[in-house]
């Protein structure tokens, strides 16, 4: 297996230009996460998702978009990008929400500047 | 504001030693703890977990301690090794969450 997977590694963007950050995963697992994480800080989650065709807000999801039209993938939209966007980005998946099989893998991280 | 934090920012150890990062939670209703390890250029991995009924669980060289009366959980590693250098976070999460809250880190440096 794979695991999580993310592209792009890197990218610069412009403020004001659009992205989507790619996420997918091969463990079969219902629950997947969007979160940033900005220098020398904990994570924090934009955006997650339950199941295919659901998704909720996490603590920041001003800025960022999403949609689940499968259990494997997961992307994040950015419609405007700003500075205050530059971060570095996970993406997480897990096969529930509680208990003992609440451990979340998680993927590499897409680094994104925005000037 | 963030229901999870860490005391130190940064630990330094020698090889071998035994190390303890600490963390603190605030939200009492908090029943699932877990300990990630973030390695340079890297997402975070799964180190140890423990359930609010317990006090103590150990895994390899790896032992996690949680004080329900205090709110406080640490993680203990022994004969630290410089493969342990990153940064550990302790996240947490209750029963009617939906996502961990992590706290903001410990940078754990093993110089041998």
């Known amino acids: 297996n794979a695991g999580v997977t993310q592209t792009p590694k890197f990218r610069i963007l412009k403020i004001g230009q659009s992205m989507t950050l790619q996420c997918t995963q091969d463990?079969?697992?219902?629950?997947m996460y969007w979160y940033r994480q900005d220098p020398g800080m904990g994570l924090k989650l934009i955006y997650y998702?339950?199941?295919?065709?659901?998704?909720d807000k996490g603590e920041v999801p001003n800025g960022y978009n999403v949609s689940r039209s499968t259990t494997e993938d997961f992307p994040l939209r950015l419609e405007l990008a700003a500075p205050s966007q530059t971060s570095v980005y996970f993406c997480?998946?897990?096969?529930?929400?509680?208990?003992?099989?609440?451990?979340?893998?998680f993927g590499p991280g897409t680094r994104l500047t925005v000037l | 504001g963030e229901s999870v934090g860490l005391h130190l920012p940064t630990l330094s150890v020698q090889e071998g030693d035994n190390s303890i990062i600490n963390c603190a939670y605030s939200?009492?209703?908090?029943?699932?703890f877990i300990w990630y390890k973030q390695e340079s250029g890297k997402g975070p991995q799964f180190i140890i977990d423990?359930?609010?009924?317990?006090d103590k669980r150990q895994g390899q060289r790896v032992t996690v301690l949680l004080n329900k009366t205090v709110k406080h959980l640490s993680l203990q590693i022994a004969a630290t090794q410089p493969g342990d250098s990153a940064v550990y976070f302790c996240?947490?999460?209750?029963?009617?969450?939906?996502?961990?809250?992590f706290g903001k880190g410990t940078t754990l440096s093993v110089s041998s």
């Open positions: 997480a998946s897990s096969y529930s929400r509680g208990g003992p099989y609440n451990e979340q893998f």
């Open positions: 463990m079969n697992h219902n629950y």
């Open positions: 998702s339950v199941g295919a065709g659901i998704t």
């Open positions: 939200n009492s209703a908090s029943d699932y």
């Open positions: 423990i359930r609010s009924n317990m």
């Open positions: 996240a947490e999460t209750h029963q009617a969450g939906t996502a961990l809250i």
